[in-house]
């Protein structure tokens, strides 16, 4: 299915704003759709005295006409006219005679969509209409008019007529868009020009009673209600006073009673002058319980995260001390051995701690091992140049770590056993393919005596961290010439 854009450019529609302002239009017609219970069709002009549907919008609150999309199919004939007449004239249309589509009965109107010439500020519109929009409600299962029904349909014919005089949809958004905004069918209040609630919805009166409000809330002030909700509370959102108020669209959470509420602001123009609001409210107190819980979440894995690699450095302080009070040059080289594996650990672990994902740019830790690792070239009398080629990559901690041990491994069997007293290279390349991870390490030392078998322990940790905890593969070769490869083959989790 193309998009608004492109459809817009194929059909000769190429202007800049008029292709803002009807994604800024389609981006929030749901709340007409679901306050008129009725589809929505954005028409644009093809170009050749006809129409195509470039949006499409179906009512959360009601049965749809259309059980496909038709974004992208040119106008039906029999509304051709009414779409047309819309277009040309400027001015809203209703069909007269209840409309059929594919066998479902349907009332159809049209509205001629403006854009403000300043998206910004000011009142003056296009001189013409930039498309048309039409409203096709559901005949067959049209419920019984109650209250509530009778006064959504109405405030959805307010919002298409502020989409004729170029005063929806609303640039001037004071809040940014959080998990739970409200919807029609959440909750909904209706406010007069002073913030006096006109009608609230039923699901609206409900959520504010789970704040504490007691009462009616028809004929109080908004504004006020959640003054006395919040007179106890030291953090406010600072949106909140103007977006309950009805002066101007926003979002904002109100809490209290245990609960929490999540509001956004429609404001209601009629003829450039602000006559009310349309408030949509939502219960949104289980959602910022797990917000909540998942900021905690996170601070309590950093710090774990740091603490063990606190406690790791620790352990890697003892065997150092305690190298270098053994007599034993075996047991030096095990302790020694140990300290390095145990301080590339807690560079993983470093890396956790300083941020929220629980992944870690590995370039940056094995940057930070390998200038652990190169230490040891002066212990081995060995004159030593790294490269690191192509990226590994974010990686996550269950891979990071165990990963971080068998590079460190690696790198300190080609120091130790390949350039030994000797100069050379130790390059390390890095590439991801089809979800898979390849690494290889190699070096320009003496390489590995033929046929024998790797079976000390380093390469023991190495090989069952691979084929264990990493699910991937390894393999050792050596030219006949000199220098060792060891190349590596990981699934990406």
């Known amino acids: 299915m193309s998009t608004l854009s492109d459809l817009m450019k194929q059909y000769g529609q190429t202007h800049s704003a008029d292709i803002e302002w009807l994604h800024a239009l389609t981006g929030d017609w749901q709340v007409i759709a679901d306050l008129s219970f009725a589809d929505l069709v954005l028409w644009i002009p093809d170009g050749k005295n006809g129409f195509i549907a470039a949006g499409h919008a179906r009512p959360s609150s009601a049965a749809t006409v259309f059980y496909r999309d038709i974004t992208g199919k040119p ?40 854009r403000r010439l300043n998206i910004e500020t000011g009142t003056d519109i296009t001189p013409s209409p930039i498309a048309v929009v039409t409203k096709h409600t559901n005949l067959g299962e049209v419920a019984a008019p109650n209250k509530t029904r009778i006064n959504l349909t109405v405030l959805g014919d307010v919002l298409l ?10 640039f001037n958004k004071q809040s940014a868009p959080r998990r739970g905004a409200p919807r029609v069918n959440d909750g909904l209040l209706h406010l007069d020009a002073n913030g006096a609630v006109v009608f609230s919805s039923p699901n609206g009166m409900s959520a504010f009673q789970k704040l504490g409000v007691t009462g009616e809330l028809e004929g109080r002030s908004l504004l006020e209600v959640t003054k006395e909700i919040n007179k106890n509370r030291v953090n406010i959102d600072e949106n909140l006073p103007i977006v309950v108020s009805g002066k101007l ?24 002058v602000n006559t009310g609001a349309i408030l949509l409210c939502r219960d949104v107190t289980e959602l910022r319980r797990q917000e909540r819980e998942l900021i905690t979440k996170d601070a309590t894995i ?25 007599q034993s040059e ?24 300083e941020g929220l994902a629980q992944d870690v740019n ?46 460190t491994e690696i ?43 790797l079976t000390g322990l380093g390469t023991q940790i190495v090989k069952t961290l691979v084929e264990g905890e990493l699910r991937g593969k390894i393999e050792f070769k050596s030219d006949k010439t000199g220098g060792t490869t060891v190349s590596l083959e990981l699934p990406l989790i």
Not at 388 to 402: D, H, V
């Open 330 to 353: 075996e047991t030096l080289e095990a302790l020694s051995d140990a300290e390095r594996r145990v301080a590339a650990i807690a560079v993983v672990h470093d890396s956790l701690s």
């Open 302 to 326: 950093r710090e774990i995260h740091h603490r063990v690699k606190n406690n790791l450095q620790t352990v890697a302080s003892l065997l150092r001390i305690q190298g270098r009070r053994s």
């Open 161 to 170: 007529n502020m989409v004729v005089d170029g005063s929806y949809p609303e």
């Open 75 to 114: 106008v039906e004939k029999s509304w051709a006219s009414l779409v047309s007449t819309a277009y040309k004239t400027g001015k809203n249309v209703d069909n007269g005679e209840p409309d059929k589509y594919q066998g479902v009965p349907a009332r159809l109107s049209a509205v001629p969509v403006f």
């Open 411 to 453: 790198v300190t069997n080609a120091y130790e056993h390949g350039l030994a007293n000797r100069t050379g290279h130790v390059t390390v390349n890095a590439s991801r393919k089809s979800k898979r991870l390849y690494i290889t390490v190699s070096d320009d030392g003496v390489g590995l005596e033929p046929g024998k078998v």
């Open 249 to 272: 669209a926003g979002r904002a959470d109100i809490e209290g009673n245990g609960a929490a509420l999540s509001v956004r602001s429609v404001p209601i123009y009629e003829n450039s």
């Open 362 to 407: 590995f370039d940056e830790v094995f940057d930070r091992i390998i200038a652990l690792v190169s230490e040891l070239a002066l212990a081995f009398n060995a004159r030593v140049t790294n490269l690191r080629i192509g990226k590994f990559g974010r990686l996550p901690s269950e891979m990071a770590t165990p990963l971080s041990v068998v590079l």
